[in-house]
């Protein structure tokens, strides 16, 4: 049972750049939520999606957008890099109706 | 607003020595309670999780109890070993929002070093 895959492990970007991440959920799972991790910190709710739709958000700026396909995979997509963009970004899957999250290794994202 | 409170760390013990690591939260509703850990350099696992008061979640020898009175979820373990040595985090499915899937809260983790 292959759990929750991201990709890339890591990226460096530069200021003012844009990036994608991608997530593949838990094998059954159709709800996908992405999490910022700084350095030393809790992580940070950006948003969920299910059904392809965005479903909540956390405080976030528009920056951030993403998107889920037919599949249950996910992307999250940042432009306009900031250097405060950088941090571990996390991928969790669920399933409807449940409240327990299953997490991806992360990708590490550095914005020099 | 909800939240999370953990224990400051980093905690350092001796093998096979007990540990606590407290957590202490704040929500309106019912929030289902979770621990997770984080190894160096990997992502967040489930380590064990309450749903509602009262009830103990374990796992891998640790436990923790949902205590409604006094709003706390703290970790547990009787004898620690060199492979426990991570972050553990506290969080919680906030009430807030509504139907399920809630979104997490996080405490701000708590780095346990295990020495041989």
């Known amino acids: 049972d292959a759990g929750v895959t991201q990709s890339p492990t890591h990226l460096i970007k530069t200021r003012g750049q844009q990036v994608t991440l991608r997530c593949s959920p838990k094998?059954?799972?159709?709800?996908v939520s992405w999490y910022q991790q700084a350095l030393g910190q809790g992580p940070q709710f950006i948003f969920q999606y299910y059904e392809e739709e965005e479903r909540q958000r956390g405080n976030f700026p528009d920056r951030f957008s993403g998107h889920q396909f037919p599949n249950y995979s996910s992307e999250l997509n940042v432009n306009a890099l900031l250097l405060g963009d950088s941090a571990l970004y996390l991928c969790?899957?669920?399933?409807?109706?449940?409240?327990?999250?299953?997490f991806g290794p992360g990708t590490r994202l550095t914005v020099l | 607003g909800n939240s999370v409170t953990q224990m400051e760390g980093p905690v350092t013990l001796s093998e096979e020595a007990f540990l606590t690591i407290n957590c202490t939260y704040t929500a309106t509703g019912y929030p289902s309670l979770f621990w997770y850990v984080q190894y160096p350099g990997e992502g967040l696992q489930l380590l064990l999780k309450?749903?509602?008061a009262d009830d103990k979640g374990s796992n891998k020898g640790f436990e923790a109890t949902y205590r409604k009175e006094t709003t706390s979820f703290h970790l547990e373990k009787g004898s620690v070993q060199v492979s426990d040595s991570a972050v553990y985090f506290c969080?919680?499915?906030?009430?807030?929002?509504?139907?399920?899937?809630?979104?997490?809260?996080w405490g701000l983790g708590t780095s346990l070093a295990v020495n041989p």
């Open positions: 309450a749903t509602k």
């Open positions: 969790a899957s669920s399933l409807e109706g449940r409240d327990t999250q299953y």
């Open positions: 094998s059954g799972h159709d709800t």
């Open positions: 969080a919680l499915s906030d009430p807030l929002n509504a139907g399920n899937n809630r979104k997490l809260i």
